[in-house]
Structures are given as C-alpha cells and as structure tokens.
C-alpha cells in the first residue's frame, strides 16, 4: 500500500451537487460535486475521512454523490472529505488513488483518524436514489 499523508487541513468543503446531472443516463459531462478545496489529498490525523472516487459522465457516480452531498451538513465538522475526480487527479490525491482505489466507479473509503480503513468498496451503497441510509450507516460506524 502507498504511504499517505495526514494532514490537519480542512479537506474538501461546500460539497453541492453540480448543475445539469443526471441520474439515469450518463449524458453528464460534470463531475458530479462542487467544492472548495477539492485537490486536498490527505487523510486527517484528527478525524476520519471520507474519499469519494468518481469520473463525470456516470449516473451511478453521480447518485452516490447525491447521497454524499444529502449527508455532508451532517458530518462535515467530523470528517475530513477528500473528492477524486479520477479524470484529474490532482498530484496530492495520488497517493490516495493507489491505496484505496479499486478499478470501478463510484468508491467511497472512510479510513479513521489512525489510518485504519472503515470500508472500501465501489458500487452505490443503496438501490435506490436518494436512500442515503447505508451511507449514513457506514458513516456513523466510524466513530
């Protein structure tokens, strides 16, 4: 596994949704969240942290980043998020793609403030849009 940085940064914040998505075809050619921040490639040392791994033009991306959005004003002062849009990666997210990314999209990894790994796994975490709850489970399981 590639050694990871930890950082006390903030990580990637303001998470929205980005205009024009869809969430039943891959017509879209944004990615699917809008942040501040969003190069930031470090874990926390002080918190878990979320990694979202995505590219555009995917609907099954783009309703696990609708999930992720519906659940950030809930966690967002106890995780540090961090978002790879894996069509640009930027140079510190390197790292993170090369320990916690699968080959398959959408995958999220939450790994706990002393680096152990909570869950990683692509895939949605639900069938249905909108149903955030086993996001929100697996969230809560890493306090």
Request: hydrophobic share 40%; proline share 4%.
């Amino acid at each position: 596994m590639a050694m990871v940085c930890f950082s006390s940064g903030n990580g990637a914040e303001s998470l929205k949704i980005a205009p024009g998505l869809s969430f039943t075809d891959d017509s879209s050619a944004n990615f699917p969240i809008t942040s501040t921040h969003g190069d930031d490639g470090a874990l926390s040392g002080d918190r878990p942290t979320v990694i979202f791994f995505g590219t555009s033009h995917c609907w099954n991306t783009n309703r696990e980043a609708e999930r992720l959005v519906s659940l950030y004003p809930q966690y967002h002062g106890n995780f540090h998020f961090v978002i790879v849009d894996l069509n640009h990666v930027s140079p510190e997210q390197q790292k993170l793609v090369a320990a916690y990314y699968r080959g398959a999209i959408p995958t999220i990894a939450v790994v706990d403030a002393k680096g152990n790994v909570i869950y990683d796994r692509a895939g949605e975490t639900a069938a249905t849009r909108g149903d955030a709850s086993n996001l929100q489970a697996i969230l809560n399981s890493a306090h």
